[in-house]
């Protein structure tokens, strides 16, 4: 699974490198992602708090990254909604906010930020 993992080079000069892991940019989109209302969790049923305690290994069943050109990135989330919330305006809000933060967070560039409804959650919480 090591051989999988990708880094992203985003500063080398003459004192040294910085490099972020994939696993680091996903967990910065899902955290994200989680933090909008109406957002009940990721596919694979990781709320915001399961995904601190979980950490990387359980976050990508609900996040995926593709690296463009010059390390920019398209973002693709599969999350569970709340029910009764209206889809497009949480979808564009979890766009804005997962964008902004991979950006202010890494200086990456995001191309895209993709979502697909997994499910509806009835359940109140």
Do not use: H, W
Request: one cysteine or more; aromatic letters at 2%.
């Amino acid at each position: 699974m090591a051989d999988d993992r990708k880094n992203f080079v985003i500063k080398d000069d003459v004192r040294g490198g910085i490099n972020i892991a994939d696993e680091v940019v996903a967990i910065i989109a899902g955290l994200a992602a989680t933090e909008v209302e109406g957002v009940t969790s990721l596919a694979g049923n990781l709320t915001n708090e399961a995904i601190s305690k979980a950490g990387m290994n359980r976050l990508s069943k609900g996040v995926r990254l593709s690296v463009q050109e010059d390390n920019r990135i398209t973002v693709r989330l599969s999350l569970n909604i709340a029910f009764g919330y209206e889809i497009p305006k949480i979808c564009t809000q979890v766009q804005e906010k997962v964008k902004a933060a991979i950006e202010n967070m890494t200086s990456i560039e995001v191309v895209s930020v993709d979502i697909k409804i997994a499910s509806v959650n009835m359940s109140e919480e």
